[in-house]
């Protein structure tokens, strides 16, 4: 594998499409910074708890420059068969397990969550089309409402899972999208944490998932989701039933 001082050197020699990102979170925004500036047009960043101004720069510069950031705090991306990006699903043996091809795109704030319910699909005889850790962090690059439109231009996508955490206002974008543009794809959603909201202003896990305001819980993300139509399954092991109508 050739190894580079430089973006600039590796994109001369290979011209890549996608660049994966994992380094100390202070050094996150010049390397991201490095990829755009040479038009790597999908950056996915592993590195978690990437100070908030540094995330904001970098979500700006790529949008204004039209590159898709993923993350940070993503574990990469999966179309199975096809292409794996980042280490969603981690070694391959394990990766062909879980992601096996089919019709259910996959996004999901959590990246081992990701990989679960590709798992749960697969051994329901179900399968993936595209699989997306977003990340976990409080400011990413995509959402579920930036990345609905992609999944409904796939002719190989026909439904959609997502997984949510208490906090962050990702859910209520994704209803206002639903909303404004309607959607062709059929939207199942599981959202953990209900006992978060016993304890508000206090973090577990991800950066991301902080219960400041009553409307930062998994309840009321529940009731705002299934006003627009999303199918809301209140367990894990439901969302193959409700992937099937």
């Known amino acids: 594998m050739p ?12 011209g890549p499409n996608a660049a994966v990102i994992a380094v100390p979170p202070r050094a996150l925004r010049d390397a991201a ?19 908030r101004m540094d995330a904001a720069q970098v979500v700006e510069l790529a949008a204004r420059e039209g590159v898709r950031v993923i993350g940070p705090n993503s574990m990469g991306l999966i179309s199975p068969g096809k292409t794996k ?9 394990d990766t062909a397990r879980s992601f096996v091809p089919g019709s259910t795109g996959i996004m999901s704030r959590s990246g081992g969550m990701t990989t679960e319910i590709a798992s749960l699909l ?4 179900l399968g993936v089309s595209t699989a997306i850790s977003i990340g976990g ?4 690059g995509s959402s579920f409402a930036s990345l609905l439109p992609l999944f409904e231009a796939d002719p190989e996508t026909e439904a959609v899972v997502t997984f949510s955490e208490p906090g ?10 639903i909303q404004k543009q309607g959607t062709g794809l059929r939207i199942v959603s599981f959202i953990a944490g209900n006992f978060m909201a016993e304890m508000p202003g206090v973090r577990f896990g991800h950066a991301g998932a902080l219960v400041q305001r009553d409307e930062d819980s998994a309840a009321a993300k529940a009731s705002l989701l299934r006003d627009a139509g999303v199918h809301v399954a209140d367990a894990l092991a439901d969302i193959p ?4 109508g």
């Open 3 to 14: 190894v580079y001082d430089t973006v600039r050197e590796a994109v001369a020699d290979h």
């Open 33 to 51: 910074f490095e990829c755009i500036a040479y038009g790597i047009p999908l950056v996915v960043i592993v590195t978690e708890r990437v100070p």
């Open 85 to 93: 990006v980042g280490s969603v699903g981690g070694p391959a043996a």
């Open 122 to 125: 697969a051994q329901q005889g």
């Open 137 to 140: 962090d409080p400011i990413t």
């Open 168 to 177: 962050g206002a990702m859910e209520a974008e994704l209803v206002e999208t």
């Open 241 to 244: 039933a409700l992937l099937r």
